[in-house]
């Protein structure tokens, strides 16, 4: 079974920071997502990447599949970026169901 | 679109209570999947739905019972609440190999 493992658990940046949050796992997967929970607890998905880079706006999220490793980039950081990250990775090749991880909790000031 | 909905979205139960937790997508998607959260752990799948008519156990199953009404529709009931069961309830849904759209979440206590 697939372990996930955040990091930083917890992060504060003053606005216009570049942010950096990883996420290892330990089995092969077919795809890796990011989730942003707002502090009002709704969730979004942000990416969905089985391979190299995507971007939305200033959200950049990149993975290595050979390491086993993504990380979630927020170039100008803002106050409104305050949230929960979460990233999930398939349990195995064969399935669709996802394992969690536990989440960075990011606080942006201004 | 009102996308994932859920009611309730606060529950409060006494321990042997039970009661139905509702979802339901206007998305067409044809997988649907009830997660839980608790404070320090990720989500944590509870049952999930491929299709109409076809439910599969996820990683914490005991306790709970669910039913896939139709497409739209996927419920989880609660037969007997205990407190172990206080938790944030998501329900999610999808299409294909695409990303998850989540509910709001139902925060229930049980005392």
């Known amino acids: 079974k697939n372990e996930v493992e955040q990091s930083p658990q917890n992060l504060t940046a003053q606005e216009g920071e570049f942010i950096t949050i990883n996420c290892s796992y330990s089995?092969?997967?077919?795809?890796l997502h990011w989730l942003q929970q707002h502090p009002g607890g709704g969730i979004v998905s942000l990416f969905m990447?089985?391979?190299g880079k995507k971007k939305h706006g200033r959200l950049i999220a990149t993975i290595n599949i050979q390491e086993k490793h993504s990380s979630l980039h927020i170039t100008a950081s803002h106050p409104r970026d305050s949230a929960v990250y979460i990233c999930a990775v398939h349990e195995n090749y064969n399935t669709d169901k996802l394992i969690f991880g536990t989440g960075t909790r990011l606080q942006v000031f201004p | 679109n009102a996308g994932v909905t859920q009611t309730p979205k606060f529950q409060v139960l006494k321990t042997g209570q039970s009661m139905t937790l509702q979802c339901a997508q206007d998305m067409n998607h044809n997988s649907m999947y009830w997660y839980r959260q608790d404070p320090g752990m990720g989500l944590r799948l509870i049952y999930y739905s491929a299709s109409e008519g076809t439910t599969d156990k996820g990683e914490v199953p005991n306790g709970y019972n669910v039913s896939r009404l139709n497409k739209r529709e996927f419920s989880l009931r609660l037969e007997s609440a205990a407190p172990s069961q206080t938790s944030v309830y998501f329900c999610a849904s999808k299409f294909g190999n695409y990303e998850q759209y989540f509910g709001p979440g139902t925060r229930l206590t049980v005392t």
């Open positions: 089995v092969g997967i077919s795809a």
């Open positions: 990447l089985s391979s």
